[in-house]
């Protein structure tokens, strides 16, 4: 069975920093690129960062391009998303997905940004 | 970047009837390898989104066949027939076609 199991979110302050992880399990973890989306609450879905599989190539939005930066570490079969320079407008559940179809979503982790 | 113009926002529905969900793409969704990157979550009150149709017109594993996706370039269709009410919730298209990826902005599947 498939499984994306985020952590490290939490509240933080404007300006600050926060690193999001993401255990995947039940599929070859290494074989496939890997995805953050947002969803702001009650807001819809928001595409944050890629990477391929060897973790060589890195894509982001406008948005996040600068502050954030996803990595992943095949070995331990984990995803990775690097926030900084934190704004409010950051805050939101940060989901991880699985390949290019963003095929499993994990359960998602709230990030909150406030002071 | 692609703008996903995904309609209408909210789609009052009733038991065992029939959905149609439309999104357009701002530009040509097929990727020089030839696919089309356009894809169909649902996400259910609580829940995090889950795939329901890939590129295109291809049923995730365990999707039921009352789902159904068509389309090609930049016109893209998301059909439920019978709909039961576990198929509530909120619909998203998505391209992942050219970076940045972009989302529709969803449609909500009600009750009438």
């Known amino acids: 069975e498939v499984q994306l199991v985020e952590s490290g979110g939490g509240l933080v302050q404007p300006g600050r920093s926060l690193k999001l992880s993401c255990a995947a399990s039940?599929?070859?973890?290494?074989?496939?690129?890997m995805a953050w989306v947002r969803q702001a609450p009650k807001k819809g879905l928001e595409w944050v960062a890629t990477?391929?599989?060897?973790?060589?190539?890195?894509y982001y939005p406008d948005s996040v391009k600068g502050r954030f930066t996803i990595s992943r570490d095949n070995a331990k079969s984990s995803l990775y998303l690097q926030m900084n320079s934190l704004k409010s407008e950051d805050t939101a559940t940060y989901y991880c997905?699985?390949?290019?179809?963003?095929?499993?979503w994990g359960q998602g982790v709230m990030v909150t940004v406030s002071s | 970047d692609v703008v996903m113009t995904q309609t209408p926002v909210s789609l009052p529905v009733s038991l065992g009837g029939q959905a149609s969900i439309s999104c357009r793409s701002s530009q040509s969704l097929v990727h020089s390898n030839g696919n089309t990157y356009l894809h169909w979550y649902l996400q259910k009150p609580g829940q995090s989104p889950q795939l329901l149709i890939y590129?295109?017109?291809n049923r995730f594993s365990g999707v039921p066949d009352r789902f159904s996706g068509s389309g090609s370039g930049t016109d893209f269709t998301l059909k439920i027939s019978r709909v039961e009410p576990e198929d509530l919730g909120d619909y998203y298209c998505?391209?992942?076609?050219?970076?940045?990826?972009?989302f529709g902005a969803g449609t909500k599947l009600e009750l009438k």
């Open positions: 590129r295109v017109s």
């Open positions: 039940g599929f070859t973890f290494s074989n496939y690129y």
């Open positions: 990477i391929s599989t060897s973790g060589s190539r890195t």
């Open positions: 998505l391209q992942s076609t050219h970076f940045p990826d972009t």
């Open positions: 997905a699985s390949g290019r179809d963003f095929d499993y």
